[in-house]
């Protein structure tokens, strides 16, 4: 059965008793039940596709699939109680895996020694078999009479599809009391916000682009900055006598919503500054109703610097737990521009002198304590996807 396009809210259930399929599928069940790859021939592995797709190979053995079940981040997860040390966590970062017969939510056997044996379809994360292997066949959306006569091969257009991606990249969590279903709130949403978009372009017109295999995406610090610009201006108001700042963040050419993938861990963020030479303050204590003057009426007033914007959707409770309402998504839409505008009422005594606006917007992988918690350095999971600074005289608008 498809059930990628499951939206919010609904409750899927997924029989995980073995039918008589007549091939092995192609999709994956976003993660309720391990693949099941048929007989694969022992002649394939990675390294023998290598031997004939040096490109592709390289591309994918430097990619985020390749490291999915071994980067550090997902091995301690996994193997944190609470967290993890589920089937299902396997059935998604490594699907070639042993686990047929387990529950998506039933601990998998040996997991304590698994980093230690360090099995090759661990190490191989999301790999060549995962997506293009069902028993002896090699699964292609075309089929070439060389590469007919290279290997059998099984034309399968859901390769093609968002849909084949959304297997893994689209689920909500699973429950206790029906385990072999999915249940709530989106924890990835790829699909859903990629349909929203009706651009009509695949996910691999971006992440697979011209067939590059490392499907590049958050971590990829040129993907991002071709992505999100951002932009400073800042201009004096002198009924208020005040700095009236506007920033503003927007989105190309993006095929969801923005930071994508993850919404328990990546989130951006908007860090503004503004202060005078050498990191005077300029700042004016008394109150300033900005309500009323043409022009203010949307900006706040802000005294402390950095002044930080959150954009990301940062689930509640996590999964199974959480009632009530669910936390506001604040990312940002593909072509859209959002503004946030900051009144700066300045001190008399520095009126005439120069003022540096300062903005930065950062990418974060997960957050600073997730982060510590997971014994990773916090500089590794941060970065700035760009900066700008402009300088305003205050008291005049020229
Ligand atoms: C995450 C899934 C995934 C993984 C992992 C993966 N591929 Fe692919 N591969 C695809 C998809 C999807 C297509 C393109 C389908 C389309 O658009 O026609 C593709 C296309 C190809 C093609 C056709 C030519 C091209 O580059 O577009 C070759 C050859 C190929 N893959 C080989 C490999 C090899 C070898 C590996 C392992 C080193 C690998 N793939 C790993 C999903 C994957
Ligand atoms: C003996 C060499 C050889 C090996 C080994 C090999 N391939 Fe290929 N493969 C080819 C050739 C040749 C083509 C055709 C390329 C073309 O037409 O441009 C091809 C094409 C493909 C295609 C695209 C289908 C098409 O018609 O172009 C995919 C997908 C693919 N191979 C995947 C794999 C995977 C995955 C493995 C490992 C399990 C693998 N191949 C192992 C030689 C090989
Ligand atoms: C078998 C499950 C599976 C399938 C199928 C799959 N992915 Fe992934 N993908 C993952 C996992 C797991 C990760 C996370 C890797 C990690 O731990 O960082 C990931 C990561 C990614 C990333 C993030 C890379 C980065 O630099 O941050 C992108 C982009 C991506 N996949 C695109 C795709 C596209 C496009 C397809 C379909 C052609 C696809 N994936 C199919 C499981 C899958
Ligand atoms: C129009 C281009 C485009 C399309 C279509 C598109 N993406 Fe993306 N995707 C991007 C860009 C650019 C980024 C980097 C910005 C960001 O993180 O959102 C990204 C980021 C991601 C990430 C975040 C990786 C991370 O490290 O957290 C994932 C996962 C992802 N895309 C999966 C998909 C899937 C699955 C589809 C199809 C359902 C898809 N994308 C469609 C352009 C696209
Ligand atoms: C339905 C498939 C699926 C299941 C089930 C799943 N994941 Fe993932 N996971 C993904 C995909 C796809 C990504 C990549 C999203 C992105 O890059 O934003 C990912 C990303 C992650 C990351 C972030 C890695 C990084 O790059 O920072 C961690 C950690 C993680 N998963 C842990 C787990 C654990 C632990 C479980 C089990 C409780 C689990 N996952 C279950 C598909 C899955």
Not at 13 to 25: I, L, Q
Not at 259 to 283: A, C, I, M, N
């Amino acid at each position: 059965m498809v059930a990628a396009g499951m939206s919010a809210g609904a409750v899927q259930v997924w029989s995980v008793v073995g039918t008589a399929a007549p091939s092995a599928p192609v999709l994956f069940d976003h993660g309720l039940t391990a693949l099941d790859p048929g007989q694969i021939d022992s002649k394939w592995t990675n390294e023998a596709c290598q031997a004939c797709h040096e490109r592709e190979f390289a591309q994918w053995h430097g990619s985020r699939h390749h490291r999915a079940a071994t980067n550090d981040s997902f091995r301690e997860q996994l193997l944190t109680p609470g967290d993890g040390r589920k089937q299902w966590c396997i059935n998604c970062h490594a699907p070639i895996n042993a686990g047929a017969k387990n529950l998506p939510t039933q601990e998998p056997s040996g997991l304590d020694g698994l980093y230690h044996r360090q099995p090759t379809w661990l190490r191989n994360g999301v790999d060549c078999l995962a997506c293009h292997v069902r028993g002896d066949e090699i699964l292609a959306t075309r089929a070439t009479a060389a590469a007919t006569r290279a290997h059998p091969i099984r034309i399968a257009p859901e390769l093609g599809t968002a849909e084949f991606c959304a297997g893994c990249h689209q689920f909500s969590s699973h429950s206790d009391v029906f385990p072999d279903s999915l249940s709530g709130e989106l924890q990835q949403a790829s699909l859903e916000e990629f349909l929203e978009q009706q651009a009509g372009a695949r996910c691999h017109d971006c992440h697979l682009l011209d067939g590059d295999h490392r499907m590049a995406g958050g971590y990829d610090k040129q993907m991002l900055a071709g992505a999100l610009d951002l932009g400073v201006s800042a201009e004096w108001n002198e009924e208020l006598r005040s700095a009236l700042v506007s920033v503003e963040v927007s989105v190309g050419h993006v095929g969801h919503r923005v930071p994508g993938g993850e919404h328990f861990f990546r989130y951006l963020t908007l860090q503004t500054t503004v202060e005078g030479k050498h990191g005077v303050s300029l700042q004016r204590r008394a109150a300033v109703s900005g309500s009323h003057a043409p022009g203010t009426e949307s900006a706040e007033m802000v005294d402390r610097w950095p002044r930080i914007e959150f954009l990301g959707h940062k689930m509640g409770t996590f999964e199974k737990h959480f009632v009530g309402e669910p936390n506001p998504d604040s990312r940002l839409s593909p072509g859209e521009t959002r503004a946030f505008r900051y009144l700066v009422p300045v001190d008399a005594a520095r009126i005439g002198s120069v003022a540096s606006i300062r903005t930065q917007l950062w990418y974060h992988l997960l957050d600073k304590e997730k982060a510590r918690s997971l014994g990773l350095s916090v500089d590794d999971t941060r970065w700035i996807v760009a900066a700008r600074e402009t300088e305003l005289t205050l008291g005049a608008n020229e």
